[in-house]
């Protein structure tokens, strides 16, 4: 097996974890928000849920960036500015200061105390925006995952490219 073809089926391995990743946190948020309105889940616990789901979700956001550091010779040229863009929004968004400072940690360094809910509150506003919907619609849209709307659609489509170039099947993923 050729070295290339070794890292394009790492490349889609690593895409696959990433979509299951984008999938799981975005429909567990919504899974709990549902029980949240229907009473059988307290607020407290939705607050937990949150902000267990949208850490996952920034990890995975820094994933992607971490896939373009060490893949772009494989993205194809066909779907490269659309990961581009993507990752300029994602860094926008403050996810790797949210990763940082927020999810990883309880101390701010340069403040010399724990990071306070308010400050929690204003990295969360800043990645997600004013809706939580439109947010989670922009991850993944389970009505419509298309390219290149939703997170889930550009990465699904850029792991579908690299395992055609490389003639790929899921099989070899899933025997590493």
């Given at each position: 097996m050729s070295a290339d073809r070794d890292t394009g089926i790492d490349a889609v391995d690593v895409l696959n974890d990433l979509i299951a990743?984008?999938?799981?946190?975005?429909?567990?948020?919504?899974?709990?928000?549902?029980r949240l309105k229907s009473g059988q889940f307290r607020v407290e616990q939705m607050s937990a849920v949150q902000k267990m789901c949208f850490s996952h979700l920034v990890l995975s956001f820094c994933k992607l960036l971490e896939f373009w550091e060490h893949y772009q010779r494989l993205v194809p040229h066909a779907h490269r500015k659309d990961l581009k863009e993507l990752n300029a929004e994602i860094?926008?968004?403050?996810?790797?200061?949210?990763?940082?400072?927020?999810?990883?940690?309880?101390?701010?360094?340069?403040?010399?105390?724990?990071?306070?809910?308010?400050?929690?509150?204003?990295?969360?506003?800043?990645?997600?925006?004013?809706?939580?919907?439109?947010?989670?619609?922009?991850?993944?849209?389970?009505?419509?995952?298309?390219?290149?709307?939703?997170?889930?659609?550009?990465?699904?489509?850029?792991?579908?490219?690299?395992?055609?170039?490389?003639?790929?099947?899921?099989?070899e993923i899933l025997k590493r």
């Open positions: 990743d984008l999938i799981a946190g975005t429909n567990v948020f919504i899974d709990y928000r549902q860094r926008r968004r403050g996810a790797k200061d949210f990763r940082n400072k927020i999810a990883g940690h309880i101390w701010d360094k340069k403040l010399q105390r724990p990071v306070r809910n308010s400050e929690i509150m204003a990295y969360l506003d800043g990645l997600i925006g004013k809706h939580a919907d439109d947010f989670l619609n922009w991850i993944n849209n389970p009505e419509s995952n298309a390219y290149p709307e939703t997170i889930v659609s550009v990465v699904e489509t850029i792991r579908d490219a690299i395992a055609r170039e490389h003639a790929i099947d899921p099989s």
